[in-house]
Each structure stands twice: as C-alpha cells, then as structure tokens.
C-alpha cells in the first residue's frame, strides 16, 4: 500500500486523522500561502494544492493531502491574530455575526498521477459576546494560534449559536470530503 502524507503540521489535523486510525505520515510543505486576492474557495484551494503539490514532488509513491482552512467575513479574510489587540478586534468584528469556515482540500496519488480537489464551506452563527468574556477569552489563550482566533472544539465552542455545515471543517479538516476524494484514488478509510 501507498504511504499517506499529510502535508500539515497542524495537530487538529492530525488528531482526527488518528481518530479514524488512518495510517499516516506527516510531512509539513514549504509552500508559501497566498494570503488574499481572491475568493476564500479559490484562496483555500490555491493554498491546499500548493501545499499537497510541493510534497508530492519529493515522494515517488504515495498519496499527499493537502488542506488550507480560511475564515470569511463579509469580504474579509481572517487570519490567526498577531497578537492580543489584534484577538480582541477580530472577535469583536465576529461578534454576534455569521461568518464561513472555507477549506480546500487536495488529494494526489504521485504514482498515478491523479489530483482531485474539493473545497468545504460552514457557516458559523457566533452569539452575542460580552467585552467580559472576550477578555477573559483572551487571556485564557486559546485562540492565539486559531483562524478567527477561537477554537470551537474547546472553550470557544460556548459562543457558538448555530452552525450550518461541517464541525470538522471548523475543527481544520473536513472528514466527510476527504473519505470522498481518497475513494477516488481507491483508499477507504473505514
């Protein structure tokens, strides 16, 4: 059997693909994500196949996923804050608003060749917040390393309303368009 790399760093990531005990490598891309210019689809799966792309050319015989998870607002792309100032403006910018979890996602088969793509979108209700709890939020530290700077599978899980979608888009992977796409190549992951 191919080995499986995933072209990520990211311990969300990694987390559920162990959950669903896939065999795995990780191999983290170099690839330099573009950061806005386009739609968040086309953005994320820029992203995605750029990062898939720049490990499958060091590896002759093995299947490369790649994903690039985005938050949108409005117009506005949302990146992980650079620091605290930059985690309270964003969520106050998020609060009591719906924004999009958009993911690109991109699996290619080196052997064959073959590249097949798709993206995830969610959207994300976010409740009424305090200036209290964004504070508190905040200094918990959570969301420092978080897209849209929450982490909606831990504490930042409470100030979420609604969610019309993928939880694991949000989590970082989508694990339904993923079992799809690795069927494509003929891996089942169950």
């Known amino acids: 059997m191919k080995k499986i790399i995933l072209a990520s760093l ?3 990531r990694k987390e559920l693909l162990a959950a669903v005990g896939l ?3 990780i191999h983290p891309s170099s690839f330099q994500e573009k950061e806005t210019g386009i739609s968040p689809a086309h953005l994320a799966l820029h992203n995605a196949i750029g990062k898939a792309q ?3 050319e060091k590896h002759k015989n093995a299947i490369v996923i790649g994903v690039d998870t985005v938050v949108a607002y409005k117009k506005h792309i949302i990146g992980k804050p650079k620091n605290k100032k930059d985690a309270k403006r964003i969520l106050e910018l998020l609060n009591g608003t719906t924004h999009r979890v958009v993911s690109g996602i991109c699996v290619i088969d080196t052997e064959k ?3 097949y793509t798709d993206t995830e979108i969610t959207h994300i209700e976010m ?3 305090t200036d209290k709890e964004i504070a508190a939020y905040i200094r918990h530290g ?3 390393d978080k897209a849209a700077g929450y982490a909606i599978q831990g ?3 409470l100030f979420i309303k609604k969610i019309r979608g993928d939880y694991f888009n949000v989590v970082g992977l989508p694990m ?3 079992k799809k796409l690795l069927e494509k190549i003929g891996v089942k992951m169950v």
Do not use: C
């Open 10 to 12: 990211s311990p969300r």
């Open 23 to 25: 065999k795995f490598e």
């Open 54 to 56: 720049d490990i499958a």
């Open 113 to 115: 060749n073959k590249m």
């Open 127 to 129: 409740d009424q917040i």
């Open 142 to 144: 959570e969301g420092t």
């Open 155 to 157: 504490i930042g899980g």
């Open 176 to 178: 339904h368009k993923l």
